[in-house]
């Protein structure tokens, strides 16, 4: 997956087919490592000019914010919010390949993690949301770094598409399957997800008509899944019957990676 849905389009057999006109397309999966690290170095190099753009923006606004009046403090935000966009895709970009590359296991505290991230959004959202942990949350071998970013994004995204002006109330709840592995929920009461495209949000670069309007990449999802099969788990969502979305997703306790990948076929 992923070459296919690529966005831009390779003519002919690809980056190779440039290099050396007679060569024959590569196989598949050679032809999808070269993009991955192709997306890997691009990506990589975009952020540091990012960053040094991003700094002078906030200078310009410290220092002329006040003395160039209100026209000029529009097209600040206006450049500001491009820049926000082009820097969250570049950074899901980033992870989207990294997630690729050879885990770095440890035993992970899923309790900690989980702290952590709650503790992170209450702090950056603007409406701070409730959230509340329910069940057994225990040590998981994973890769720390990997894993977080999906917590994050998931409660991110229950945070993010709550309506306007409400707090985004979040039930975030675990318990370990008979099989060994943990199933973990993320329910939230926002504007929950079309019956028709819950199958494909796990696609890069799709978006639901009912989130027009809230920021976003479209690959949040993709790269969370990603990540959880890597690990030997899988990841879906179903609707919340409190009304809104009910993301989950399991990963095995034992050694990651060792097992048959997770098989789930009705959780509830
Ligand atoms: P992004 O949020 O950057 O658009 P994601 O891959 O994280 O990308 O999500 C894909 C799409 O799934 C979103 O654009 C949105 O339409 C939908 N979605 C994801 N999470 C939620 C949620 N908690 N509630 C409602 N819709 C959601």
């Not at 006040?66 to 206006?78: I, M, N, S, V, Y």
């Not at 899944?225 to 879906?236: A, N, P, Q, Y």
Request: with cysteine; hydrophobic share 40%.
């Amino acid at each position: 997956p992923g070459a296919r849905r690529f966005p831009y389009s390779l003519s002919g057999g690809g980056l190779r087919s440039r290099r050396c006109r007679w060569a024959r397309p590569p196989a598949a999966s050679e032809h999808e490592s070269e993009l991955r690290a192709l997306m890997v170095m691009a990506s990589h190099d975009l952020k540091n000019p990012l960053a040094t753009i991003t700094a002078h923006i906030e200078m310009l606004r410290a220092d002329y914010a006040d003395t160039l009046g209100e026209a000029f403090g529009r097209d600040l935000a206006a450049i500001e919010r491009g820049l926000h966009r082009l820097t969250t895709l570049t950074q899901d970009l980033l992870t989207y390949a990294k997630a690729d590359h050879t885990l770095s296991l440890a035993t992970v505290s899923l309790s900690g993690m989980v702290d952590d991230v709650i503790a992170d959004h209450a702090v950056t959202a603007s409406t701070p949301p409730e959230i509340t942990v329910t069940g057994t949350l225990p040590d998981v071998p994973a890769d720390a770094a990997l894993l977080r970013h999906v917590l994050d994004n998931l409660v991110g995204n229950a945070v993010k598409y709550t309506r306007p002006g409400t707090a985004a109330r979040i039930e975030i709840s675990a318990r370990v399957r008979t099989n060994g592995s943990v199933l973990v929920e993320v329910a939230d009461r926002g504007i929950g997800i079309p019956a028709a495209d819950r199958s494909q949000v796990f696609d890069s670069f799709r978006r639901c008509a009912n989130s027009t309007g809230y920021p976003g990449t479209g690959l949040g999802l993709a790269i969370c899944k990603r990540i959880i099969e890597r690990h030997g788990g899988r990841i879906g969502v179903d609707e919340n019957p409190g009304g809104g979305s009910r993301f989950w997703f399991t990963v095995p306790t034992g050694p990651a990676g060792s097992g048959k990948p997770d098989i789930v076929t009705a959780i509830h």
